[in-house]
């Protein structure tokens, strides 16, 4: 299997209402193992995934989390999250956990994973890729 | 075309199960190539042979282990996801020390790099959710 595709990994609803979230989360981990080029996309009520602080203590569910920050560690980068739906809901990036990657390719400077993007530029990255998993 | 597909919902509760057995018939009609059908999150319970729909309705699992023996499908169920949901077949039954197994004929449980590996191997990935 030497063909690289891309795999772009779309998170559109909320953590912990439902486990589409956690399950994504492990499709992208398992994923990665594959070497393929990898896209994650944080839209709609997805946003929510990536707010920083989170204590699931009360609730009585796991806290999975910290697992994003570990996403650099598996080579996945490219963390896009849409303006539009931010806005909407009241966030900023501010309010985000601040996700990075050691680039190898730049003397393994530590990187921002995270980009901010606007639906349209949503659409042209979404347009590019070979495989979308919406979740 | 070589396709495969993945089916993110349980039967009845959502159509996604039913609208991709629809599609996977009528690609097989047209001649296209089922690479593999995956199920997962609540997907996994399409394969139970335990569902007992009324009599006046479609039998989801059964008609997906129909169309897996007529056409050598490959029908894959997410081992972590089947693990949460007791979707089990009798190797992991025995293996998590259970009473019982209730995979449908046709399905068999596997890793998600099934499904990774068949979004490399064919021509598309289709998802069906929610």
Redesign the interface.
């Known amino acids: 299997?030497s063909?690289v595709?891309k795999?772009l990994y779309v998170n559109r609803k909320a953590p912990y209402g439902s486990?589409?979230a956690l399950?994504s989360l492990?499709?992208v981990l398992?994923?990665a193992?594959?070497d393929?080029d990898v896209t994650l996309a944080f839209l709609d009520d997805g946003v929510y995934q990536l707010v920083k602080g989170k204590n699931t203590e009360a609730i009585g569910m796991k806290n999975f989390s910290p697992t994003y920050s570990a996403l650099g560690d598996y080579d996945v980068t490219k963390i896009y999250v849409e303006k539009e739906s931010l806005e909407a809901r009241g966030l900023t990036l501010g309010d985000l956990m601040d996700l990075k990657y050691e680039d190898e390719d730049d003397d393994w400077a530590e990187k921002d994973s995270i980009r901010v993007v606007s639906a349209s530029e949503m659409a042209d990255i979404m347009d590019t890729q070979?495989?979308?998993?919406?979740? | 075309m070589k396709f495969t597909i993945?089916i993110?919902e349980g039967p009845y509760q959502h159509q996604s199960s039913d609208s991709a057995l629809h599609f996977v018939q009528a690609a097989l009609e047209k001649g296209h190539e089922i690479f593999r059908v995956f199920f997962?999150?609540d997907g996994v319970n399409n394969g139970t042979r335990l569902a007992v729909p009324p009599q006046d309705d479609r039998n989801l699992p059964k008609e997906w282990s129909a169309l897996a023996e007529a056409h050598g499908l490959d029908l894959v169920i997410c081992i972590?996801?089947a693990q949460?949901r007791g979707v089990m077949d009798a190797d992991e039954a025995k293996r998590q020390g259970l009473d019982a197994d209730n995979i449908a004929p046709g399905f068999r449980i596997s890793?998600?790099?099934q499904?990774?590996?068949g979004?490399?191997?064919s021509d598309r990935?289709v998802?069906f959710?929610d």
Do not use: C, P, T
């Open positions: 299997m063909e595709k795999f486990i589409y399950e492990e499709v398992i994923g193992a594959f393929q070979d495989i979308v998993l919406s979740f | 993945l993110n997962y999150h972590a996801a949460r890793g998600l790099g499904l990774i590996e979004g490399i191997q990935l998802v959710g």
